[in-house]
């Protein structure tokens, strides 16, 4: 199979989503479309490297597909880490990107939409299940369950809190979980929340997304519950 071309995107609006993370939003341009799935990522090549391969840092698209050449991206700024420090500190309203995509499996296939459907994630992990969750949404597509189990230190981590409390996608059960802080909502690591929704072993599909630490977790609790590992489909930031 061939590569996608690399494209140019600008970046037309950049917003604090919280004190270290940044939604970017990207033209693409020369098509009047950018046409994705929801769950798919693009990659930057970002001019921090010679060798090409160590230029290249993957994004989910945070948005949903809506006709039109723009798509957003939720990243995290992390301590040392040569990407995102390049793309906070450089990237301005105005800036180039090169980037390829759409890519990846990520995604809702039909018989998903028959069983329970448990979006797991931690931090910027979020992205591609809020383009997911907004996409049924607003094609008015049928599914069951929908679990969006989101964990996060505390609460000034937390990611499209209001937007996804206010999503009014029928049978979506948003559960925020904080690990370092106590507040009205939900508190300790994700694991224990789908344990809980699982108890009675429902018909049920699961959508790992985030670092590795959590999602070699929830990999075994899941099949240590019983559930089948092609049940089990991985996003793994790194
Ligand atoms: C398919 C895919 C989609 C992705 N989507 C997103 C996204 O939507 N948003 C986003 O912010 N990132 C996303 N990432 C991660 C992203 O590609 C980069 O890895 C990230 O931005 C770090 O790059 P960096 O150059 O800043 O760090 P580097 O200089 O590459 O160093 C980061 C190092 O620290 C480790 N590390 C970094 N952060 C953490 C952390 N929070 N917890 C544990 N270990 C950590 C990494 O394993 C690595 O060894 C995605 C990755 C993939 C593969």
Same mark, same amino acid.
């Given at each position: 199979?061939?590569? *996608?071309?690399?494209?140019?995107?600008? #970046?037309?609006?950049?917003?604090?989503?919280?004190?270290?993370?940044?939604?970017?939003? @990207?033209?693409?341009?020369g098509?009047e479309?950018?046409?994705?799935?929801?769950?798919?990522? %693009?990659?930057?090549?970002?001019? @921090?490297?010679?060798?090409?391969?160590?230029?290249?840092?993957?994004?989910? +698209?945070?948005?949903?597909?809506?006709?039109?050449?723009?798509?957003?991206?939720?990243?995290v700024?992390?301590?040392?880490? #040569?990407?995102?420090? =390049?793309?906070?500190?450089?990237?301005? %309203?105005?800036?180039?990107?090169?980037?390829?995509g759409p890519?990846? $499996?990520?995604? *809702?296939?039909p018989? $998903?939409?028959?069983?329970?459907? !448990?979006?797991?994630?931690?931090?910027?992990?979020?992205?591609?299940?809020?383009s997911?969750?907004?996409?049924?949404?607003?094609?008015? +597509?049928? $599914?069951? $369950?929908i679990?969006? @189990?989101?964990?996060?230190?505390t609460?000034k981590?937390?990611?499209? =809190?209001?937007?996804?409390?206010?999503?009014?996608?029928?049978?979506?059960?948003?559960?925020?979980?904080?690990? /370092?802080? &106590?507040?009205?909502?939900?508190?300790?690591? %994700?694991?224990? *929340?789908?344990?809980?929704q699982c108890?009675?072993?429902?018909?049920? #599909? !699961?959508?790992?997304c985030?670092w590795?630490?959590?999602?070699?977790?929830? /990999?075994e /609790?899941? #099949?240590?519950?019983?559930?089948?590992?092609?049940? @089990?489909? *991985? &996003?793994? =930031?790194?």
């Amino acid at each position: 199979m061939s590569l *996608l071309p690399w494209q140019t995107g600008t #970046v037309i609006r950049l917003e604090e989503e919280t004190y270290n993370t940044r939604r970017f939003w @990207i033209e693409v341009q020369g098509q009047e479309t950018f046409g994705f799935i929801p769950g798919q990522f %693009v990659t930057l090549d970002l001019p @921090i490297h010679e060798k090409p391969n160590k230029r290249w840092r993957s994004y989910s +698209i945070a948005s949903w597909p809506d006709g039109s050449n723009v798509f957003e991206l939720l990243i995290v700024l992390l301590e040392g880490g #040569v990407g995102s420090t =390049y793309l906070f500190n450089e990237i301005k %309203v105005g800036s180039e990107l090169t980037l390829r995509g759409p890519l990846g $499996h990520f995604t *809702l296939q039909p018989e $998903h939409l028959e069983k329970n459907i !448990f979006m797991i994630c931690t931090g910027t992990g979020i992205a591609p299940f809020r383009s997911m969750a907004h996409h049924l949404l607003r094609n008015n +597509i049928p $599914h069951q $369950h929908i679990y969006m @189990i989101f964990g996060c230190r505390t609460k000034k981590d937390l990611l499209y =809190y209001q937007e996804m409390n206010d999503l009014a996608l029928d049978n979506f059960h948003y559960l925020p979980t904080l690990s /370092r802080e &106590e507040w009205e909502g939900k508190t300790g690591y %994700v694991h224990a *929340l789908y344990e809980e929704q699982c108890s009675g072993k429902p018909d049920a #599909v !699961f959508f790992l997304c985030g670092w590795k630490n959590m999602i070699d977790e929830a /990999r075994e /609790r899941i #099949v240590a519950m019983g559930y089948d590992k092609k049940a @089990i489909h *991985l &996003e793994l =930031y790194g």
